[in-house]
């Protein structure tokens, strides 16, 4: 069965500390895998995706890496406006837009 | 371009009731994904619809069905409800015409049933 697994379940940070999200997935076949960021109370907004092993994006602050087993999204030099929960997703079984997604790392960046 | 939108964003019912919600996709997508988002299950996928047609199904009971008309706007219907139900409910759109395609989610409507 097609599985996404986060960690860590939260992370707290100081304004400028680097880190490092990390998704590791179990699915028949990768074709691909996304990136949404989501803040209280609202939808996910999409970050990236990811199509192969070796590739990598980058959007501000964040780069996205992916590898055959998992995914990791690099935050550089955080600040507050970070603070989200950042989900990944893959896409299930049985195709059409059928998004595996994992529990999130809630992320809070203190000044 | 005008955002995925729903209606309503907030809601209250209570156990046996059902309940309809609205979702309207992006100008010229096609598809319509719904999903279920709780703190303990977190985001899981309930249906979607292309062209008025489901394509894809998740695993939840038959109490949860949805629709799609020809403008693409999409409503999905709960019936009989649980407390379980309580959640965000949240729709996505994107074309439809690929096998990755990136969805656009809506701000959801949370659903609290008493």
Request: with cysteine.
């Amino acid at each position: 069965e097609d599985q996404v697994t986060q960690s860590p379940e939260a992370l707290r940070l100081q304004e400028g500390e680097s880190s490092s999200l990390n998704c590791s997935y179990t699915v028949s076949g990768l074709r691909g895998l996304f990136w949404y960021r989501q803040d209280p109370g609202k939808g996910p907004e999409f970050l990236f995706t990811l199509y192969s092993a070796g590739e990598e994006k980058e959007k501000e602050r964040l780069k996205a890496t992916l590898t055959k087993k998992e995914s990791f999204l690099h935050i550089t030099a955080p600040k507050p406006e970070d603070s989200a929960t950042y989900l990944c997703a893959v896409p299930g079984a049985g195709g059409y837009n059928k998004l595996i997604f994992g529990a999130g790392t809630r992320l809070a960046v203190h000044p | 371009k005008a955002g995925v939108t729903q209606t309503p964003r907030y809601l209250i019912k209570t156990r046996g009731q059902q309940v309809t919600l609205s979702c309207s996709p992006i100008s010229g997508h096609r598809s319509v994904s719904w999903y279920q988002q709780t703190p303990g299950q977190g985001l899981q996928f309930l249906f979607e619809y292309f062209s008025e047609t489901q394509r894809n199904k998740g695993n939840f009971p038959g109490r949860f069905s949805g629709r799609q008309f020809s403008n693409s706007r999409s409503e999905m219907n709960v019936s009989t409800l649980e407390l379980g139900d309580s959640a965000l409910y949240l729709c996505a759109s994107s074309s439809g015409q690929g096998a990755l395609e990136t969805q656009y989610f809506g701000p959801g409507t949370r659903l609290l049933v008493l």
